[in-house]
T-cell receptor, first 114, second 111 residues
Framework: DTEVTQTPKHLVMGMTNKKSLKCEQH?????MYWYKQKAKKPPELMFV???????INESVPSRFSPECPNSSLLNLHLHALQPEDSALYLC?????????????FGDGTRLSIL | GESVGLHLPTLSVQEGDNSIINCAYS??????FIWYKQESGKGPQFIID?????DKRQGQRVTVLLNKTVKHLSLQIAATQPGDSAVYFC??????????FGKGTLLTVNP
């Protein structure tokens, strides 16, 4: 079982819908990440939060809006998505970004855009 | 292109054999490397890591080797079991703490 919990596990939405993906960890980690993974491809970094502040945005379209309400929670708000945004969205956390250390992943939300 | 890649996209082994999964990286400034295992329907699971000041690190049934001269990383799995069947990714951490994944190798263990 992973210590990073993502909800929902599956999400189907239309292009005009607004939805949110949620991620939670209780390991005391102060860095949290969003990745996008297409089928048969490696994960690609989208956003990095360090101490609840956005530190890296990998030129992600504004229809994806991250939010970090506190040190344990990370959200990804979705609006006006395109069919090509269908993918597995992975959340990860690590102790912090000050030194090299592993990132621990959740099992993802599988998103389908109709 | 990607700075981290793999020599073989698929690897098929017999149960009980040893497996070797290879990875090449191009960023000589990378100082930390991780191997992840991803099973179908799951997120990447941390297996083992290694820092650039080391050339070998062992875990339970797994060994990671780092050759900085040729920028090559490998994961060795001893006595491979059916439960080891998965996609294996190497990943490197660049100076800005961005984790970049290689393309992945699908390991299939035949009984």
């Amino acid at each position: 079982d992973t210590e990073v919990t993502q909800t929902p596990k599956h999400l189907v939405m239309g292009m005009t819908n607004k939805k949110s993906l949620k991620c939670e960890q209780h390991m005391g980690h102060r860095a949290m990440y969003w990745y996008k993974q297409k089928a048969k491809k490696p994960p690609e970094l989208m956003f990095v939060y360090s101490y609840e502040k956005l530190s890296i945005n990998e030129s992600v379209p504004s229809r994806f809006s991250p939010e970090c309400p506190n040190s344990s929670l990370l959200n990804l708000h979705l609006h006006a998505l395109q069919p090509e945004d269908s993918a597995l969205y992975l959340c990860a956390s690590s102790r912090d970004t000050s030194a090299a250390m592993p990132q621990h992943f959740g099992d993802g939300t599988r998103l389908s855009i109709l | 292109g990607e700075s981290v890649g793999l020599h073989l996209p698929t690897l098929s082994v017999q149960e009980g054999d040893n497996s070797i999964i290879n990875c090449a990286y191009s960023n000589s400034a990378s100082d930390y490397f991780i191997w992840y295992k991803q099973e179908s329907g799951k997120g990447p699971q941390f297996i083992i890591d290694i820092r650039s000041n080391m050339d070998k690190r062992q875990g339970q049934r797994v060994t990671v080797l780092l050759n900085k001269t040729v920028k090559h990383l490998s994961l060795q799995i001893a006595a491979t079991q059916p439960g080891d069947s998965a996609v294996y990714f190497c990943a490197e951490l660049s100076s800005n703490y961005k984790l970049t994944f290689g393309k992945g190798t699908l390991l299939t263990v035949n009984p």
